[in-house]
């Protein structure tokens, strides 16, 4: 019981401060989850990033689903989810109409304006924290390789990105199995 309770505390603080949404999200979870409780590695927290991204729905939320799923089964899942929505739930109401009662006024607007650039910010930390964990390990140069290949399907041929995973996780099959050979 007490890991449920810690689950959907995190959870909730998570959702209280991740501002931006799933991406900017990310250093918090990691935080809560790797830093904070150990209920995952940090290798772990990088292939729940990965499947979290993969599969469909948002990517905090699919976290908080799979975290709690990995640290007290089904009713973790649902107390994690239930946790990470509670707060952006009631947040977004209480702003939904605050917004449209009050968006002439110029502070609102000030703090709207504001808010824009310490989102990237999240954002851009949380995306460089999976680059430098996807690209350590033994095989940097192969990682790096596919990195630099996904981003140029993805940029300059306008590659669908399911494709751009299925094809990448196929290069990864095929060199981890060569390596299994050799």
């Known amino acids: 019981m007490t890991t449920?309770?810690?689950?959907?505390?995190?959870?909730?603080?998570?959702?209280?401060?991740?501002?931006?949404?799933?991406?900017?999200?990310?250093?918090?979870?990691?935080?809560?989850?790797?830093q904070n409780h150990g209920w995952l590695s940090l290798a772990q927290f990088t292939d729940l990033v990965t499947i979290s991204e993969m599969t469909p729905g948002p990517i905090a939320l699919n976290a908080a689903s799979f975290v709690g799923l990995q640290v007290a089964g089904f009713p973790g899942a649902i107390v994690a989810t239930i946790g990470n929505v509670l707060p952006s739930f009631i947040i977004v109401s209480i702003l939904a109409y605050v917004y449209y009662r009050f968006s002439t006024i110029k502070v609102i607007s000030g703090v709207i304006t504001g808010l824009r650039p310490t989102v990237v910010a999240l954002i851009a930390t949380a995306g460089l924290t999976i680059v430098r964990n996807a690209l350590g390990g033994s095989q940097l140069l192969f990682n790096g390789i596919l990195l630099l290949l996904a981003l140029f399907l993805v940029r300059n041929y306008k590659k669908d990105p399911i494709f751009v995973i299925v094809l990448t996780g196929m290069c990864g099959i095929i060199v981890e199995f060569i390596g299994n050979f050799v």
């Open 4 to 34: 449920l309770i810690e689950l959907f505390i995190s959870f909730c603080q998570i959702g209280m401060f991740s501002i931006g949404g799933g991406y900017a999200a990310m250093p918090l979870i990691q935080e809560q989850v790797v």
